[in-house]
């Protein structure tokens, strides 16, 4: 096994995964984030279809390795039932989603092709 420094993360994505019965909660939890970090982190479209390798509809937050403590409790402590999907941003997009990612919730099947 290679092992690969943490120096390599330039940054992450958490993917808050929402369908048509969980939308409202989803915009709800969007709206306590931004609220909380006040442009301390990018929020992504609202997404209501799947995009790229998540199988179902999300909106995306952007954040600096150093934010990561901080957010993943706060989500951990916070999402009620949606389900969130973590990863790091090292230039490997297959492996950063494949091998590198943390769910928050239930896990889901990715659909990796989108990154091959």
């Known amino acids: 096994m290679t092992l690969r420094p943490t120096s390599s993360i330039r940054s992450w994505h958490a993917h808050v995964y929402f369908d048509a019965t969980t939308r409202d909660s989803a915009w709800a939890l969007r709206e306590q984030i931004e609220a909380h970090w006040q442009g301390k982190l990018q929020m992504g479209r609202f997404h209501e279809r799947p995009v790229g390798p998540h199988p179902m509809w999300s909106y995306q937050l952007a954040f600096a390795h150093e934010q990561f403590g901080d957010l993943i409790g ?3 402590l916070n999402h009620g039932a ?3 999907f973590v990863h790091p941003n090292t230039g490997d997009a297959l492996c950063d989603h494949r091998d590198a990612a943390l769910w928050i919730g239930h896990s889901h099947e ?3 092709g ?3």
Request: hydrophobic residues 85%; without cysteine.
């Open 114 to 116: 989108a990154l091959i």
């Open 110 to 112: 990715l659909a990796l």
């Open 74 to 76: 706060w989500l951990t």
């Open 82 to 84: 949606l389900d969130i």
